[in-house]
């Protein structure tokens, strides 16, 4: 048997094996990218088969026989493959172990994440426990606490709010709150702000205030929570919603000192305002989108009330509420029969651009010494003469 054939076949073999895997290895890497992928398994089949017969051929021209020849190939070429084949187990090892190892960083993150909560449950009830300290400034510093861990942790946010809230539902009053009920002037109301020992609760308050304000979304935040507020009975002071996104607002008999505003504040469930009082210097609710019910029954102000362009898209209800101030209503939207019964405005009064309105206005009553401009298909009845100076709303 002539070794030449197998020598020539076998170098042939080897060298285009040896390219076809370089090739596929230029392609792997990116460093070659026309032709095709898969060439590393034919590249081993060609350089097996060509160590298979340059080793035969080696072979052929010592003292081999052909069979010893053949068996000596044979064993050059399945080392080839077996070496390839070890080249993929090792390879595939890596990707059998990744299951295994992403479950420990689940575990390990899992763990974390417990801790991280462990801390923070411990950072909050240590808070909550200093509100009650004695000290203002313990306070302060609780409630700010409390305030930062609803800014981290979005799940403390509504059970923060409840905390700030039942903090200002705490009976609480102040000389300057007194004098501003009275009536007084503000030059006979500025001794009055010098109460020092009940003026550093009402700082504490104030902060909490504050807080609960910079924790609401604002309305341009669609997707933000709509939390909700139960102030019922709340003092509060200069309270500022404007443009915030709320829930529920609940603030019976709250009382409102100095300027308010819910200026553009959506309130996307009930707002409860009933019995509540206005101190203050003005009351600006304009632009507001209330969804759910809006009652203002018993609502009592003593400055002026700013409602212009108020979409009020539930049940609205201001029966038996008094105004001693101007209210206007400038294209404000109802979209229920609004309830005005034995509501008395003692001042200016304007529902420019609401024409349609269908409201019930039984005992309803309106300054005489004022302008009063009234919805189309409302009048003022002048000979109603029990209350001097008001006159009876018929619609």
């Known amino acids: 048997m002539s070794a030449t054939p197998w020598l020539v076949v076998g170098w042939l073999c080897v060298g285009a094996g040896a390219a076809t895997l370089i ?10 990218r026309d032709g095709r992928p898969a060439l590393t398994l034919p590249g081993v089949i060609t350089l097996a088969f060509g160590t298979f017969c340059l080793v ?4 052929l021209d010592g003292s081999s026989t052909g069979s010893d020849a053949l068996r000596t190939g044979g064993l050059a070429g399945l080392a080839v493959a077996a070496l390839y084949w070890l080249w993929l187990y090792e390879r595939g090892r890596p990707t059998d172990k990744l299951p295994e190892q992403s479950m420990s960083d689940r575990w390990d993150q899992q763990r ?21 300290h004695e000290a203002d400034q313990v306070r302060v510093g ?7 861990l609803a800014r981290t942790n979005p799940a403390y946010g509504q059970t923060t709010l409840d905390i700030l809230c039942a903090y200002l539902r705490r009976p609480f009053d102040h000389a300057g709150y007194q004098e501003r009920r009275s009536g007084r002037g503000a030059e006979q109301r500025d001794g009055a ?9 009402r700082q504490v308050r104030l902060t909490a205030q504050r807080l609960i304000v910079d924790l609401l979304p604002a309305t341009s935040e669609p997707d933000a929570p709509e939390y909700n507020l139960d102030l019922t009975g709340a003092a509060l002071e200069y309270f500022d919603l404007s443009h915030k996104k709320v829930g529920t607002f609940t603030a019976r008999s709250a009382h409102f000192y100095e300027a308010v505003s819910f200026e553009g504040a959506t309130f996307h469930g009930p707002m409860w305002l009933t019995w509540a009082h206005m101190w203050g210097e003005a009351f600006r609710a304009n632009d507001m989108v209330c969804h759910g019910i809006s009652w203002w029954s018993n609502f009592t102000a003593s400055g002026p009330v700013d409602f212009d362009r108020t979409d009020f898209q539930g049940e609205t209800k201001f029966a038996y509420a008094t105004f001693a101030d101007r209210v206007s209503f400038q294209n404000c939207r109802f979209a ?4 005005f019964q034995n509501t008395e405005f003692l001042g200016e009064l304007i529902f420019t651009n609401t024409d349609g309105l269908n409201g019930r206005t039984a005992g309803m009553r309106v300054s005489l010494q004022h302008d009063v401009r009234l919805p189309l298909g409302w009048v003022v009845d002048h000979r109603d003469s029990r209350e001097p100076g008001l006159g009876l709303v018929r619609a």
């Open 23 to 32: 090739g596929a290895w230029l392609i792997r890497t990116g460093r070659w």
């Open 193 to 201: 702000w010098h109460d020092v020992p009940a003026d550093r609760e």
């Open 112 to 132: 974390l994440d417990a801790e991280h909560a462990r801390a923070a449950d411990e950072r909050f009830a240590r808070a909550l426990e200093l509100i009650g």
């Open 56 to 59: 035969s051929g080696l072979s």
């Open 142 to 148: 609780a409630l700010h606490a409390l305030a930062a």
């Open 336 to 339: 229920t029969a609004a309830d």
